[in-house]
């Protein structure tokens, strides 16, 4: 398929429940308990921000869109797009049953009707400043009533509450009230990678081996921190990367947590098959299959950087699903003429169909390709 031909995709919305990600949740630390509490008898001061997205329930349809097909993926929490607190006689635990402590989030912190940076299928990121500070932030507000099941919602707060690295999202709050819970993070001002692949596609290719190499190797060190403690992303794209900033060497943030759950070394293999099928490894869709899944996406990301299109592509779901099992992995086309070997290389090393012969992120990070990239 011609890349002119891949840039005609649009979004779809999963009505396929038996789809939707399945998973055990565990409770919300006692940090978040405690910080909440402490907003009902005074406004806080935010700690260090960060920024956050979350997409919405979707096809895993890979479906066509200019260039490169934006996607939502298969599984995600629904959000909403304002917020709004309702104060109820009913217990707090049974208002509030992702946090379990009622709060209102505009004591502390001033939405933005207008000031809108980005939107989901269900809901809109608006801009938001903390009362005190008048520090600039990002607020998402997920509506519980469009939420299949609230759980979900639960284990991502509780992963983001608790995930400390430069290369991953960090949340700086959270408010629950009767309909809404409230991420708040840091504003980010320089888009998604997603877009940054639409706009430097040409015949030629894409983003040079260098630019590519230092977003690759940002995104490998916050996967091995993930992998390192047990937690598994399960949809890394370019939509949910995130630069800091607009500057040429900006940092990478990995984001949207909304298909993350726990899985360490060695436990039972997950069986849902949720993500985004262009970004999805053969053993999701047999369903058993483990943190290496996250690999697969990165070996994907890496040649959508480089050239501009998917290695494996179909005009639906189940055309993507074959080819990502059978296809043959092929680097033609112009794209691929002033590529390296060990950019190649590198790939075929990700993009391994067996998951016990793939790489590991820190394997992938000592990679030839990915250490000659950062030496310059």
């Not at 635990?93 to 004591?107: F, G, M």
């Not at 939509?239 to 360490?264: M, W």
């Not at 058993?288 to 179909?314: E, H, K, M, Q």
Request: proline share 4%; net charge positive.
């Amino acid at each position: 398929m011609t890349s002119s031909a891949f840039r005609e995709t649009k979004r779809t919305k999963n009505t396929d429940g038996s789809n939707t990600a399945k998973a055990t949740v565990p409770i919300c630390s006692n940090t978040i308990q405690q910080q909440q509490k402490q907003r009902q008898s005074r406004s806080r001061s935010p700690v260090k921000a960060s920024r956050y997205y979350n997409a919405t329930t979707a096809t895993i349809s890979p479906v066509r869109h200019r260039y490169l097909p934006k996607t939502i993926s298969v599984g995600t929490t629904a959000t909403a797009t304002s917020s709004r607190s309702i104060y109820s006689s009913y217990s707090q635990e049974s208002l509030c049953p992702v946090t379990n402590v009622y709060a209102n989030i505009n004591q502390d912190y001033y939405i933005f009707p207008n000031k809108i940076i980005g939107r989901g299928h269900y809901g809109i990121v608006r801009e938001c400043i903390h009362r005190s500070t008048r520090q600039a932030l990002a607020v998402k507000s997920v509506e519980k009533s469009k939420i299949g099941r609230l759980d979900h919602l639960q284990r991502e707060v509780y992963l983001l509450a608790n995930l400390k690295h430069d290369g991953v999202i960090k949340m700086v709050d959270c408010y629950e009230d009767a309909e809404y819970v409230h991420i708040i993070t840091k504003k980010y001002t320089g888009g998604e990678l997603f877009d940054k692949i639409v706009d430097n596609i040409s015949p030629n290719g894409c983003l040079s081996e260098r630019k590519a190499g230092s977003i690759i190797a940002s995104l490998l060190e916050a996967v091995a921190y993930l992998h390192e403690n047990g937690v598994v992303h399960r949809d890394i794209k370019p939509e949910n990367v995130l630069f800091e900033s607009t500057k040429d060497d900006a940092a990478v943030k990995l984001i949207d947590f909304g298909l993350a759950r726990r899985h360490g070394k060695g436990e039972v293999p997950m069986i849902n098959p949720v993500g985004t099928a262009y970004y999805m490894s053969p053993e999701i869709f047999k369903g058993r299959y483990d943190r290496a899944c996250d690999i697969w996406s990165i070996g994907i990301v890496t040649y959508v950087i480089l050239c501009g299109y998917p290695p494996f592509n179909g005009s639906s779901d189940k055309e993507v699903q074959g080819m990502t099992q059978n296809g043959r992995l092929q680097f033609a086309g112009n794209a691929w003429l002033t590529k390296s070997d060990d950019a190649v290389d590198f790939i075929k090393c990700l993009l391994e169909r067996d998951p016990r012969k793939r790489l590991t992120a820190k394997e992938a990070l000592i990679h030839p390709w990915i250490r000659k990239m950062m030496e310059f």
